[in-house]
Nanobody, 124 residues
Framework: QVQLVESGGGLVQAGGSLRLSCAASGRTFSSYSMGWFRQAPGKEREFVAAINRSGSSTYYADSVKGRFTISRDNAENTVYLQMNSLKPEDTAVYYC?????????????????WGQGTQVTVSS
């Protein structure tokens, strides 16, 4: 089992940057593939980015490709989401999630563990 705590959200102007962090408890962080999802008011939770256990493979939603970068530090039990060139449509609560499945997934139901979320607001 793993507990996840996100941080780094906030208010930023369009074109700005934020770096989200997700700290995981436990000694088996490297056994989990990790994902970032987001949910805007009135919308379904959507996939943002994912990374495999070793960090050698990543995948992004088309809407963030080229602007966001997911990475992980297994020694620090942390996964990051660097968000650049932010747009107002990026405004949402951002969640990190962990799956014990081999490889990553874009489907929320494949992730067994979730953080509490961190709010990202991008003003125009």
């Amino acid at each position: 089992q793993v507990q996840l705590v996100e941080s780094g959200g906030g208010l930023v102007q369009a074109g700005g940057s934020l770096r989200l962090s997700c700290a995981a408890s436990g000694r088996t962080f490297s056994s989990y593939s990790m994902g970032w999802f987001r949910q805007a008011p009135g919308k379904e939770r959507e996939f943002v980015a994912a990374i495999n256990r070793s960090g050698s493979s990543t995948y992004y939603a088309d809407s963030v490709k080229g602007r966001f970068t997911i990475s992980r530090d297994n020694a620090e039990n942390t996964v990051y989401l660097q968000m650049n060139s932010l747009k107002p449509e990026d405004t949402a609560v951002y969640y990190c999630a962990a799956t014990g499945k081999l490889g990553w997934s874009t489907t929320p139901r494949m992730y067994a563990y979730w953080g509490q979320g961190t709010q990202v607001t991008v003003s125009s």
